[in-house]
């Protein structure tokens, strides 16, 4: 009798085994849904018809692939024979792929030259894991940017500022050469002249602006050590429609074109008295992606040009100094080669203003909202692309605002920055442009309004807002962060866009930022 039950209550040990084993072995069941893929009467996920099929299922049935031969993938990427969209030789080999086969990531994380567009990302930035290129933590994971390093309290090599040849046809504080202080600038660039798109010669807009670089110049005469420099080119040179919009690209990609340009230049300068050019060219790179009439040669093709302007430049007596303006955004910047062209030129004047503005309206990387275009937060980002390709922090020369960047907000109820705009803000009785307001026109809208501007330290910006407007700015405390940030990363200078005032000029003086300092 013992024997017999000790028999009976081993046969269901081992029954209760087998069961206890095959519930632990299945991946689902009626209960216990599959992840991805349908669960098969079996207890296990996969996808077809023996996972699948009305016979074989019995939970997730309904389970659709991302992908298969007849339904590619929506983002266009390699659609895998499991059904699974994505890049690489896991998705993308020939004995893996059904769908799609021929796409690519933009950069080669590692899947092989034959999987990537380009091996590596413009301007060194990282590449994800995924293929794409970027700077946050999500591409590059713990690697850091090495920055320079210097102390604060030491001095800056150039103090350059541009006069704008327009700026004396506002309707009011109209500013003229003759009010710039003396002592503040090392530099002085006259913008903007522009270039016969069919002769290759440098001509000034109108006889007004051959009357104001004249008045320039002639303030070498009481500051000998000062030196003007013609800035040619400008954002409106390059917009599409105008006859001017392929000139650069033109003249970089055809030697002959260059020598008409240099003959032209080189008497021009002398003409004139000047002492060097600046090129600002809203921008090289393939007009399909830029939209700014350029081609994908130009990135090749510039620096020749710089090189050849360099050596005709040599024979003029001094008159040779050479820079260039460059954007603070990856996506305009990735078209220079910063490298090769830092060869040829005397300093890069970086736009480090401008990052944000009514544009950012339908953008789906930025979004309408309020946001400072001279966060010094997104100037760093900008930096450190300089940085990541071991540019010289003395060649480099940053750029400040004289001017803010206002909105129309969406809501009064949400006035600070993060919240939405609805459009570029009212005109200023000066500057008659919709979202820009000059600093003398802010400080105006401040004391009528007795508003108390908001100090934004991390981004190194002011902050005011009024009924449903805001507007971000630089004053004197602002500048003086903006100074001591470029001396810290031991910068070159620093250069305005642009003196409308002559207390523009004496703020600069008041953050320690002039040529005797």
């Known amino acids: 009798m013992g024997s017999f039950l000790l028999k009976g209550i081993f046969a269901l040990l081992v029954v209760l085994f087998y069961a206890v084993s095959l519930t632990v072995a299945q991946d689902c069941s009626a209960v216990n849904q599959c992840a991805t893929g349908c669960c098969s009467k079996f207890g296990y996920c996969g996808v077809g018809d023996e996972f699948c099929s009305k016979e074989n299922c019995v939970a997730n049935c309904d389970f659709k692939l991302g992908c298969d031969a007849k339904n590619p993938c929506k983002g266009g990427e390699c659609c895998s024979k499991h059904g699974f969209c994505g890049l690489g030789p896991d998705y993308c080999a020939p004995e893996i792929c059904v769908a799609g086969c021929d796409a690519k990531s933009y950069c080669d994380p590692g899947y092989g030259a034959e ?62 050469p003759e009010k710039l202080p003396l002592g503040v600038y090392t530099h002085l660039n006259y913008a903007f002249a522009t270039i016969n798109p069919d002769t290759f010669e440098v001509l000034l807009p109108t006889q007004k602006d051959v009357d104001l670089l004249k008045r320039l110049v002639a303030l070498k005469r009481a500051d000998p050590d000062l030196k003007v420099l013609i800035a040619i080119g400008g954002w409106t040179f390059n917009d599409p429609g105008q006859p001017t919009q392929p000139v650069f690209s033109d003249l970089a990609r055809s030697e002959e074109n260059q020598r008409k340009f240099f003959r032209s230049l080189i008497t021009f300068m002398a003409t004139y008295d000047l002492d060097g050019v600046d090129l600002d060219w809203e921008y090289p790179g393939p007009d399909s992606i830029t939209d700014r009439g350029g081609r ?70 930025t979004g309408a909202y309020l946001n400072s275009h001279t966060n010094l937060t997104e100037i760093t980002d900008a930096m450190d692309l300089l940085w990541r390709n071991n540019i010289s922090p003395a060649k480099v020369v940053l750029g400040l605002a004289f001017y803010g960047r206002a909105f129309t907000a969406t809501s009064r109820s949400c006035m600070t920055p993060g919240c939405t705009f609805e459009s570029a803000a009212e005109k200023g009785p000066c500057s008659r442009e919709n979202g820009i307001l000059l600093n003398s026109e802010i400080i105006d809208i401040i004391r009528e309004k007795r508003l108390t501007p908001t100090l934004y330290e991390k981004e190194a910006v002011k902050v005011v807002h009024w009924d449903n407007q805001w507007v971000a700015f630089d004053d004197k405390e602002t500048l003086k962060m903006k100074a001591d940030y470029a001396r810290g990363q031991c910068l070159g200078g620093v250069m305005v866009w642009a003196f409308r005032e002559r207390q523009d000029s004496r703020a600069m003086l008041l953050v320690g930022l002039s040529a005797r300092v």
């Open 115 to 176: 999987y990537a567009e380009i091996p590596k990302c413009p301007l060194n930035v990282c590449c994800s894991k995924w293929g794409y290129c970027g700077i946050t933590k999500d591409f590059c994971g713990d690697k850091q940017v090495q920055r320079p390093s210097c102390s604060k309290s030491g001095s800056l090599e150039r103090v350059i500022g541009y006069y704008e040849g327009w700026v004396g046809n506002r309707p009011c504080n109209a500013f003229y």
């Open 296 to 365: 994908e040669e130009d990135f090749q093709n510039f620096p020749i040009f710089m090189r050849n302007l360099k050596t005709a430049l040599k024979s003029t007596g001094g008159r040779d100094e050479i820079s260039i303006t460059i954007p603070a955004s990856y996506w305009f910047l990735q078209f220079f080669d910063i490298v090769e062209l830092e060869k040829h030129i005397s300093f890069f004047n970086i736009m480090s203003y401008d990052l944000h503005g009514a544009w950012d309206k339908g953008n789906n990387w």
